[in-house]
């Protein structure tokens, strides 16, 4: 190996370092909110686009409810800290894998619930149709942030591991979707060998997370102009 690899890759390295550094600050200082800890995760180290932000974004992509939603209430909290107003966003595929005419039925009619619910709370929502996370990532040109909630299936991670590559801001995402959240407390993505080594992980940690109370955020601004 050649001295200039040998600096290229120290380089890297060093590169590597800070940006893993720098996530774990900025998670440290997004989850000072009610939200417990464990439920949130940076997924960049872009910084909070303070200055020229013109609004921060939830991208409710999986957890399709207003009610008991800590993602929503996690992104009603930073709009109100930005001092900007949220939008909500939900993009469609028409190529989602194995997805039929009733399941889309479905998730629509569920929709139409969520757009009044938020509506009802002064929260703007838009709907795009298009392939994610294309309109998030062009929403996050104007945006102070992007939030996200939390996904496990492949196709879904890989959606937000593209945006949190192409943001022009920092992506958070939050895990609203389980009683004990998984995602920050994955070994390197390794999954469980069996249920006998996932149950007593899991099970000790349900009573705290059940006891934890969501309260709703009043938010403080009104729909985007």
Not at 19 to 34: D, F, M
Not at 69 to 95: D, G, W
Not at 145 to 172: F, P, Q
């Amino acid at each position: 190996m050649s001295l200039d690899d040998a600096s290229a890759d120290d380089a890297l390295a060093r590169a590597r370092c800070n940006r893993a550094v720098a996530i774990a600050k900025r998670t440290a200082v997004l989850s000072a909110t009610t939200i417990p800890r464990e439920r949130v995760r940076a997924l960049n180290a872009t910084p909070v686009n303070d200055g020229d932000g013109a609004y921060a974004v939830y991208w409710m992509q999986a957890s399709h409810r207003v009610e008991h939603n800590e993602a929503l209430e996690y992104a009603i909290h930073r709009a109100n800290v930005a001092q900007k107003p949220l939008i909500v966003m939900f993009s469609c595929t028409a190529s989602y894998p194995e997805a039929s005419e009733r399941h889309y039925g479905f998730m629509f009619e569920g929709l139409v619930e969520v757009y009044e619910a938020l509506r009802s709370r002064g929260i703007s929502m838009t709907a795009t149709l298009n392939a994610p996370p294309a309109s998030i990532i062009a929403a996050s040109r104007r945006a102070t942030e992007i939030i996200v909630d939390g996904a496990y299936m492949r196709i879904l991670r890989a959606w937000r591991a593209e945006l949190a590559r192409e943001s022009s801001c920092a992506v958070t995402e939050i895990e609203a979707d389980v009683v004990v959240p998984q995602l920050t407390n994955a070994r390197g993505g390794a999954a469980e060998i069996a249920a006998a080594t996932f149950r007593p992980k899991v099970l000790p940690r349900v009573p705290v997370f059940v006891k934890s109370e969501l309260p709703q955020f009043p938010y403080a601004y009104g729909e985007l102009d």
